[in-house]
């Protein structure tokens, strides 16, 4: 019986003393030589698991092809889910063993420029495909975790729709869309929230569709995601360090930048640290109708939310109430349902400290409290 994992491992450290790349007869040699006594269907088998383990993401390279998918996690060999919009859902995968696992997720960190080994148990990166969508990959390697290597994918795609699609896939009524576009004709600034897939830059992307072609758009992301149909669109994508550890460029760096390059609307595709204190800075300055994404359950947790990120720029509490108060207006949030990704509730922050109201709510409708600028987004 012939023992896959160690002639992969066998043939692999062979293949890597050689200068040139080898075909797939001389692999096939290689695979005789080190198992001495095998069948074809054997050297077939272990020629697939050396593609496998040398292009793209290894076995997890069919659960790409999954449609809408945006997640894929690997909780140790034994345990694999993925996301495509409706929850966390359990597939059936051989990904062979804990080694295999280790050695994915060691090849995934290294094409992404990132050490991964028992001195540095954790990595993530990112990683660009040929179909233009980009990995999200983070991985913690055994025992940091109890379950053993564990592999998490997001796949981010770039984000074209508009608000007419989102209105066909159900993730907005007409009557929501009407009341987007009045928000984005008002140049009112807003925030996009949710937990992590719900959709946030996806209807970020559709909005800014909406902004009128004579206005310039200067957008900054983490990763390139935002890709809206807007002929006024600049994108500027930080960098991470390398493996030395030079070479850093953030969102707070590039939205100073953008500062010189004449937008007419500021957009930073997810707000997670200092940066929030030059992006109310922008908003406060004569940049109306920016945007922005966070990471928040609901419309309530967003002041709170908005302190601790600024708290890391050394804005305090009163400074960022005054910055809030006058920079940002709406804002949007999406979830999760049983049905898909749908924008559940519509908000405003009001006041100094900062409130936040309620302002529509999926289950509940329009509100009665609302005032009559408000009510008038609703009207149009």
Request: hydrophobic letters at 45%; aromatic letters at 2%; a negative charge.
């Amino acid at each position: 019986m012939v023992n896959v994992d160690e002639l992969v491992e066998k043939v692999q450290r062979q293949l890597a003393t050689l200068n040139e790349p080898q075909s797939s007869v001389d692999i096939a040699r290689v695979i005789r030589q080190q198992a001495t006594v095998i069948s074809d269907e054997d050297v077939i088998s272990v020629l697939r698991r050396l593609r496998s383990d040398s292009v793209g993401v290894g076995p997890l390279e069919s659960l790409l092809a999954i449609p809408g998918i945006t997640d894929i996690l690997v909780n140790g060999y034994r345990s694999v889910w993925i996301d495509r919009g409706a929850g966390l859902e359990a597939v059936d995968i051989d990904l062979g063993s804990e080694e295999a696992v280790r050695r994915l997720a060691t090849r995934l960190a290294l094409s992404c420029g990132r050490r991964l080994d028992d001195a540095q148990p954790y990595a993530d990166g990112r990683l660009a495909r040929d179909d233009g969508s980009m990995l999200r990959i983070h991985a913690v390697l055994a025992p940091l975790s109890e379950s053993g290597t564990c592999i998490s994918l997001r796949v981010l795609r770039q984000s074209t729709l508009s608000l007419d699609d989102l209105v066909s896939g159900g993730t907005l009524t007409p009557q929501l869309a009407s009341v987007l576009r009045e928000i984005i004709l008002q140049r009112r600034a807003f925030l996009v929230v949710g937990g992590t897939g719900t959709g946030k830059t996806t209807l970020l992307s559709a909005l800014l569709s909406e902004v009128p072609d004579n206005q310039r758009i200067v957008c900054i992301e983490d990763t390139a995601e935002l890709h809206p149909s807007h002929p006024g669109t600049i994108n500027l994508v930080a960098r991470q360090a390398n493996v030395e550890g030079a070479g850093a460029v953030t969102m707070a760096d590039l939205l100073k930048q953008s500062l010189r390059m004449r937008p007419d609307r500021i957009v930073v595709g997810e707000i997670r640290g200092a940066e929030v204190v030059d992006l109310l800075a922008a908003m406060n300055t004569g940049h109306d109708g920016g945007a922005g994404t966070i990471h928040a359950n609901s419309i309530s947790e967003v002041p709170a939310r908005m302190e601790a990120l600024a708290a890391s720029g050394g804005l305090d509490r009163k400074a960022l109430h005054s910055q809030l108060a006058a920079a940002v207006d709406v804002v949007l949030v999406m979830k999760h349902s049983p049905q898909g990704r749908r924008l559940a509730q519509i908000g405003v922050l009001r006041g100094n400290p900062v409130k936040a109201q309620v302002v529509w709510d999926i289950e509940q409708g329009l509100r009665p409290e609302i005032d009559s600028e408000v009510a008038s987004w609703f009207s149009h």
